[in-house]
């Protein structure tokens, strides 16, 4: 069965230094988002990409964040300075969307856990 | 007011029992109501949704909702030990936005 997959599982780095966080959405899906999880808290929408461009973004996603799908396959989610409350778990998630119902359908990776130290 | 709210729990149920798992939402224009169900260290992976008011059907799993009391359940019949996880309800607000509940972390004891 086709699934979300993200790389890596577990990123450390410093306070401050740039991440690049990456995943394959499922094949012929058109819709990508960004969610994140901070330990013991809810699962956090942060944007959603669509057609090369961001269709929708929450406050969180300033402008220390950006998103890229730079080719046919992988779709980025790259944080410039991170900061400790950056420190959550993020999954990338996809959805047909090829249909209007295929919308609510998202399917979400296994996420990559991001410790800011 | 939150959007979603949902008691994390922890609920522990003996194996066989029916399990209920709920949730609340603040704004009537909702109109998308789903459940996930997310493994320790996992994504969280989509069970069902429904659409407005009503009831859905899977297997041993029914989803409810009831628009007037903006309330929304889901019910696992003869629940096995591998139901235990956390169950996430969430809305779908706009055209691509999930918002999710705290979650409810369930466990089903042999």
Known sequence: EPEVTQTPSHQVTQMGQEVILRCVPISNHLYFYWYRQILGQKVEFLVSFYNNEISEKSEIFDDQFSVERPDGSNFTLKIRSTKLEDSAMYFCASSPGQAAIDFYEQYFGPGTRLTVT | ?110
């Open chain 2, 1 to 110: 007011q939150k959007e979603v709210e949902q008691d994390p729990g922890p609920l522990s149920v003996p194996e066989g029992a029916i399990v209920s798992l709920n949730c609340t939402y603040s704004n009537s224009a909702f109109q998308y109501f789903m459940w996930y169900r997310q493994y320790s260290r996992k994504g969280p992976e989509l069970l069902m949704y429904t659409y407005s008011s009503g009831n859905k059907e899977d297997g041993r799993f029914t989803a409810q909702v009831d628009k007037s009391s903006k309330y929304i359940s889901l019910f696992i019949r003869d629940s096995q030990p591998s139901d235990s996880a956390t169950y996430l309800c969430a809305i779908f607000q706009g055209a691509q936005k999930l918002v999710f509940g705290q979650g409810t972390r369930l466990t089903i004891n042999p």
